[in-house]
């Protein structure tokens, strides 16, 4: 089992010493993916990312079967150039997808910050989100796995945040067929998944997304601490068999099948 979506102190929001990942996932009998974050942004001061050539010179040593280097890269319409670049010229095993900001925005909000909901209803937040994510995955055909789709769950500023897939189904049926049509993964982010709710909402929209043509998920924490380490993975890993979908992990950006 691997857990594809791992922070260390290169991300901007994660202080985790490799080493301590590493102890973690040994003793879950677990692999890791490391996902740090690029989330370029030029309107956002000191947001040019982490500097991707100390990253592979502090980590290729301990590149193995078990530990394997990949990257976060935030979609967004000014960083596809940037991020290509990245794809292109390092030896990433992962390519991992996100929409953490409106697609082509041009000021320094993000869905992760309480401004970007100022003067909007939850239907215009969210659907500007959903927007943003076809977008993402339109114009990013070099992503491997398209990350937490309920991201903006986490962060949104609504009395109740939940993402209900019935209410903004048209959008997500779009970002599944797109992914599917791509043949690229969904990512199961079990942050979320301990909440029965968002369980029962999660389900809906990866069974959809076999229906759709998708086969493929990669299921990741996003843990940014050696505790968030594999939390739910179990549970990730049923939520795929009961959608029909296969879990698998990218090394050397080829698919690997799960058990
Ligand atoms: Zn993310
Ligand atoms: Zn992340």
Redesign the pocket.
Known sequence: MFDS?V?TDFSGDSDMKIADAIKRADELGIGLVI?D?MDINDYIKNRSGFDVDKFFEAYTKLRSDKLLLGI?LGLREEAVERNVHLVNNYDFDFILG?THAPYASKHEYEFFDAEVYVGKSKREAYEEYFRSMIRGVKENEYIDSL?HIDYIARYSRYDDKELYYNEYKPLIDEVLKEVALREKSMEISTRRIGNKTSADELMKIYKRFRELGGETVTIGS?GHYPGAIGANLKSGLEMAEACGLKPVYYKKRKIHFIK
Do not use: L, R
Request: proline share 0%.
């Open positions: 979506h922070h996902t974050h976060e996100s990350a996003d």
